[in-house]
C-alpha cells in the first residue's frame, strides 16, 4: 500500500500548486501515515470494528489521488426539499460550490488559506492520512453576534467521474462571540464502495451555539470516517445529533474539549442498521474546567446481521469540579445475528461532580407486543411502533424544530 | 545440582517435616530451567507436574509484560527474582509482639483481633493452649468424615494426582496472559479444595485454618473443585494486614463448579500498601477465575481490596453450563498513593446463563481506583441476562475514580443492563450525621459503610463485621 500512497502523493504534487512549504508539511503527515498505517484492533479505539480489516474486505485496490484541478457537475437532485438552507457542495471530495444565499456576506467570512496543523494530540493515523491528501482546506468563519438565518447543509456526493477510491476532506469552522451555526451533513454518496475520510475543527468561541447534524440515511457502499474535533469556550454549546444508517461502515468520532466555564455538549445518536452494516460512535468529552456540562444519548436498531459499537468517554479533570456528566446508550437486536458492543467510560479526576453512565440492551419487550396485539394490531405493526418510540426519545431531543421536523420526515419516525 | 538433591533426599526423613528444615536452601536468583527444575525437585514433584511447569516457561519466553493498565509500575526484573525461598526460621522472626511496628499494633486493636492471633500472623510462637494447629486439626477431622479434600497444593500433587491433574491449568491455561503464566512455571504452593459429590461443606474453609498457609509465598495456586451437587464456601485472606518481603504477587486461582454445584469465594485482602508517600507496597496482580462447568452452577466472587500499592485482578466466570450463574460483589478502597485496576469478566456461554455485577470503588487521598469488566455474551448464550452496578465515591479532588467496562452483546434474546455513577458523600448526609453526634470520621465511616452495605452482606458473618471495621480504618485520615 506504501508504494500506492507515495506515487498518488506523487502525483498530487505534480498537478496541485501547493507551495514547497506545504508539500513538505504534507510529506511528514504521509510518512507518519505510512509508518503507522491504517489502525486496526490492536489499537483500544479500534476494538470492536477494525477498520483496516474492513477496508481490505471491501475495496480492493485502494488508491489515493482524484484530480481537483476539474469541476464536476452539480446534481441537484440531491438537494433536500422543504428547508430553505445555505449550501457547501462536495462532489468527489472538490468542493463546487460555497452559497450563503441567505445570509448577510458581511458576517461571513471564507479563508482558504489556513494552517494545516493539527493543535491537539491524536494517535489516529486517519487524521494523518486526511492531512496528507486533502484538496483545499476552507475556514468558515462566523463573525461576533451573527446568527445565521438558515441553515447550511453541506452534501457529501460522488458520481462515477470519480477516478480513485479514497477521498479525504477538511473543513474549519470558528464560530464568533455569541454567533451561531446550524449545519447538517447530508451523505449522498451514490457510486460504489470508497473510503471517506472526513475532519470538521470547531472552534467555539463565548456564547457560541454550534447544532451539527449528521444525516447519514440512504443505503450506500461506501465506508465513511468522520472525526469532530469542538474547542469551546465559555458558556458556549455544540450539539450534535448522528443518523448512521445508510453506509456499510461509518464511524462517527467527537472530541470535545469543554475549556470554558458553564459550557455544554449534547450528543444523540441514532443507529439503525441491516444487513452487513458496521457503525460505530466513539466520543471523547473532555471536562477541563469547573460547572460544565454534557449529555450523550446513543440508541440502536440492528437488523440481521448487524453491528453497531459505541464508545463513549467522559473525563473529568481535577479542576473540573461541579462538573455534570450523563451517557446513555440503549440498543435493541432484532436478529440472531445482531450485535452490540458499548464500552462507556469514566475517568473522574475531580470529587464534586455528578457523572453516570447507563448502557442496556437486548430484544423487543414481548409484554409490550403482546399488549398492541391485544389492541388490534398485527405482530409487525407492533414492533415498528415499539422501534419508532424508542427511536423518537432521541429525535426529540433535537433543539430546532424545523430540522427536528425534516430528520423525522427523512427518519420516518411518527409522534 | 547434585549435592542439593542429595541434601534434599536426606531431609526427607526429618522428623518435623521438610518445610521447617530447610531453609538454608533457597532456589539461585533469576528465572531459566534450571530454577523451575529446581522448584519442582525440591517439591518432590512428579515429572507430569515439571513438564507443565517447563512448558509455562517456554510459553513465557514468548509472552510480553501487559501494560495496557492504568497504574504504571516500575519496571520488574524478572531475573532479578528468587523464585523460591524455604519459610523464614523462628529466629528470624520477631520474638514477641513488642518488637512489631506499633502501628500495626494500633490497627490490630482497632479491628480487635485477639492476642493470639495478633502473634500467629506475624509467626511468632504461639502457645500450647491456643495453638491454631489444635483448632485446625479438629476441623482436619470433620472435613476429613465428609470426604472433603482440604490441603495445600504441594500435597495435593503428591496425595490427589489424578485430580490436580485433570483440573489443573483447564480455567487458567498455561497460555494465558503473562502473570499467569509465569505462575504455572513457578507456583510455590497454594490450597486444593476438592468437595465430593453430593456433599454440602459444613463449615466455611479458610485459609486461615491451613497450617501453612502464611507462606505460601509470592506465587501462590489455589484450585477448588466442587463436584455435582456440592456446595463450598471459602475464604481468603483476612481484615489483619499483612506485611511481606515480596513486592510482587502474582497468584493464580482456579474454580470449578460440575452440575447443580455451588461455589462462594470471599476475599478480604489488607497486604501492606505502602507508606503514605506511596514508598513501597505490595503488587498484588492475581488472575482468578472461575469455571461454572456443569448445569446449574454457580460461582459467586466477594472481595474487600484495602490492601496493596497496586491491585490489578479481574475475577471471572465463565458461564459454560446451562443455567449457571455468576456472581461478582466488590469494594475497592484506595487510600494515600494506592492505585487498583479492578473489576470482573463474565462470559455466557451456555443458555440461560445469568450474571450479576455489583461493583463499589472507594478512592481517597493520592489514590486511583479503576472498575474495569467484560460482560460478554455468546451467540449461543440464549435468553441469558446481565446486571451491573458501578459506584464510584470520590473523597478529595486529588483521587481518580474511573469506570471502563466493555459490554458484548452478541445474542437477541439476552439483556445487558449497566449503571454506573460516580459523586462525593453530600454534604447534606454529613451534615445529618455530624448534628446527631457522630466526629466527622464516624459520620463518613457511616456512610460509606451504607454505600458499601450491598457488597458487606455477602460476605459470611464473622467476616462482615471485621471487614466492616476495615473499611473504616482503610479511610482513616481521608477526612477533613
Known amino acids: 500500500m506504501s508504494e500506492q500512497l507515495q506515487l498518488d502523493f506523487d502525483k498530487i504534487v505534480k498537478t496541485s500548486n501547493f507551495t514547497n512549504e506545504e508539500i513538505q508539511f504534507k510529506k511528514n503527515y504521509l510518512n507518519n501515515f505510512i509508518k503507522k498505517g491504517f489502525p486496526n484492533r490492536k489499537q483500544e479505539d479500534w476494538k470492536f470494528l477494525d477498520i483496516s480489516q474492513i477496508i481490505k474486505k471491501n475495496i480492493s485496490g485502494l488508491s489515493f489521488f482524484n484530480d481537483y484541478s476539474q469541476s464536476n457537475k452539480i446534481d441537484p437532485t440531491i438537494f433536500v426539499d422543504g428547508l430553505e438552507h445555505n449550501k457547501i457542495i462536495f462532489i468527489n471530495g472538490r468542493i463546487e460550490k460555497i452559497d450563503f444565499n441567505f445570509e448577510d456576506q458581511n458576517k461571513i467570512e471564507i479563508i482558504d488559506e489556513i494552517k494545516k496543523d493539527i493543535s491537539f494530540d491524536y494517535e489516529n493515523s486517519l487524521i494523518d492520512l486526511n492531512s496528507a491528501f486533502t484538496d483545499k482546506v476552507f475556514k468558515i468563519l462566523i463573525k461576533k453576534n451573527y446568527s445565521l438565518k438558515k441553515p447550511l447543509i453541506i452534501y457529501h456526493s460522488t458520481n462515477d467521474k470519480m477516478k480513485s477510491t479514497n477521498i479525504n476532506l477538511r473543513l474549519d469552522f470558528e464560530l464568533g462571540e455569541n454567533s451561531c451555526l446550524k449545519l447538517i451533513d447530508y451523505f449522498a454518496n451514490n457510486t460504489a464502495t470508497n473510503f471517506i475520510n472526513i475532519f470538521y475543527n470547531f472552534n467555539l468561541e463565548k456564547d457560541s451555539i454550534l447544532k451539527n447534524y449528521k444525516i447519514d440515511k440512504f443505503r450506500n457502499n461506501n465506508l465513511r470516517y468522520s472525526f469532530n474535533n469542538i474547542e469551546q469556550d465559555n458558556n458556549s454549546v455544540s450539539e450534535t445529533f448522528i443518523l448512521s444508517a445508510g453506509s456499510n461502515y461509518f464511524k462517527n468520532e467527537i472530541n470535545c474539549n469543554l475549556n470554558g466555564e458553564y459550557s455544554s455538549a449534547f450528543i444523540n445518536g441514532i443507529f439503525s442498521l441491516k444487513e452487513n452494516q458496521q457503525h460505530e460512535i466513539r466520543t471523547t468529552i473532555n471536562h477541563l474546567i469547573e460547572n460544565t456540562k454534557s449529555y450523550q444519548l446513543i440508541k440502536s436498531v440492528l437488523g440481521k446481521n448487524s453491528k453497531s459499537a459505541y464508545q463513549g468517554r467522559i473525563f473529568v479533570n481535577s479542576k473540573a469540579q461541579k462538573t455534570d456528566g450523563y451517557q446513555l446508550s440503549k440498543a435493541i437486536l432484532l436478529d440472531e445475528t445482531s450485535e452490540f458492543n458499548a464500552k462507556p467510560e469514566l475517568e473522574i479526576y475531580a470529587d464534586d461532580v455528578k457523572c453516570s453512565h447507563g448502557s442496556a440492551s437486548g430484544s423487543l419487550n414481548e409484554d409490550k407486543i403482546f399488549y398492541l396485539m391485544s389492541r388490534g394490531l398485527n405482530y409487525q405493526q407492533s414492533k415498528e411502533l415499539l422501534i419508532n418510540g424508542f427511536l423518537l426519545d432521541v429525535v426529540e431531543k433535537i433543539t430546532d424544530s424545523e430540522i427536528r421536523n425534516l430528520i423525522k420526515n427523512i427518519i420516518g419516525v411518527k409522534e | ?480
Open chain 2, 1 to 480: 545440582m547434585d549435592t542439593r538433591e542429595k541434601d534434599i533426599e536426606n531431609l526427607k526423613d526429618y522428623k518435623y517435616g521438610f518445610t521447617t528444615d530447610i531453609e538454608n536452601i533457597k532456589a539461585p536468583k533469576g528465572l531459566n530451567d534450571d530454577v523451575i527444575k529446581f522448584i519442582s525437585n525440591i517439591k518432590k514433584e512428579p515429572k507430569w507436574m515439571l513438564d507443565f511447569r517447563l512448558k509455562a516457561f517456554e510459553r513465557f519466553k514468548l509472552l510480553k509484560e501487559p501494560n495496557w493498565q492504568k497504574p504504571k509500575y516500575p519496571k520488574i526484573d524478572y531475573q532479578d527474582l528468587y523464585y523460591y525461598s524455604a519459610p523464614k526460621s523462628m529466629n528470624d522472626k520477631p520474638k514477641s509482639l513488642d518488637e512489631l511496628d506499633p502501628k500495626l499494633l494500633e490497627t490490630y486493636n482497632k479491628l480487635g483481633i485477639p492476642l493470639q492471633e495478633q502473634a500467629r500472623l506475624n509467626g511468632i510462637a504461639v502457645d500450647a493452649v491456643f495453638d491454631s494447629v489444635s483448632v485446625a486439626t479438629t476441623f482436619k477431622g470433620e472435613l476429613t468424615k465428609h470426604g472433603i479434600i482440604f490441603c495445600s497444593m504441594s500435597e495435593a500433587i503428591q496425595k490427589h494426582p489424578e485430580l490436580v491433574k485433570k483440573y489443573l491449568g483447564t480455567v487458567i491455561p498455561i497460555t494465558d496472559h503473562f502473570f499467569a503464566t509465569l505462575n504455572s512455571a513457578v507456583f510455590t504452593d497454594g490450597s486444593f479444595v476438592y468437595i465430593p459429590e453430593g456433599v454440602k461443606c459444613p463449615m466455611e474453609l479458610s485459609t486461615y485454618f491451613r497450617i501453612n498457609a502464611s507462606e505460601t509465598g509470592q506465587f501462590e495456586r489455589t484450585l477448588i473443585i466442587a463436584d455435582k451437587g456440592s456446595y463450598v464456601s471459602y475464604l481468603e485472606g483476612c481484615t489483619a494486614p499483612m506485611r511481606d518481603e515480596n513486592q510482587l504477587h502474582a497468584a493464580n486461582v482456579e474454580l470449578i463448579a460440575l452440575d447443580d454445584a455451588e461455589i462462594k469465594y470471599s476475599t478480604v485482602q489488607n497486604w501492606y500498601p505502602g507508606d503514605e508517600s506511596g514508598k513501597g507496597g505490595i503488587y498484588n496482580f492475581v488472575t482468578k477465575r472461575g469455571l461454572c462447568k456443569g448445569k446449574n452452577s454457580k460461582i459467586s466472587w466477594t472481595q474487600v481490596e484495602t490492601g496493596s500499592a497496586i491491585t490489578w485482578k479481574y475475577p471471572s466466570c465463565i458461564l459454560k453450563g446451562d443455567n449457571s450463574i455468576g456472581e461478582f460483589y466488590s469494594i475497592a478502597i484506595t487510600n494515600n498513593h494506592q492505585k487498583a485496576d479492578t473489576g470482573t469478566k463474565m462470559i455466557h456461554l451456555g443458555k440461560n446463563t445469568k450474571s450479576k455485577i455489583i461493583s463499589k470503588g472507594i478512592s481517597a487521598g493520592f489514590s486511583d481506583m479503576t472498575y474495569r469488566g467484560l460482560v460478554d455474551i455468546n451467540s449461543k448464550a440464549k435468553n441469558s441476562s446481565n446486571y451491573t452496578q458501578c459506584d464510584s465515591l470520590l473523597m478529595g479532588n486529588k483521587c481518580g475514580a474511573h469506570t471502563v467496562p466493555y459490554i458484548k452483546n452478541k445474542n437477541f434474546d439476552s439483556n445487558i443492563a449497566h449503571e454506573a455513577t460516580t459523586s462525593k458523600i453530600s454534604e447534606e448526609q454529613l451534615h445529618y450525621c455530624q448534628q446527631r453526634g457522630l466526629n466527622p470520621e464516624e459520620a463518613v465511616g457511616l456512610i460509606v459503610n451504607g454505600f458499601c452495605k450491598e457488597v458487606l452482606q455477602q460476605l459470611p458473618m464473622e467476616f462482615a463485621v471485621e471487614a466492616q471495621k476495615l473499611v473504616g480504618i482503610s479511610l482513616e485520615g481521608s477526612v477533613g
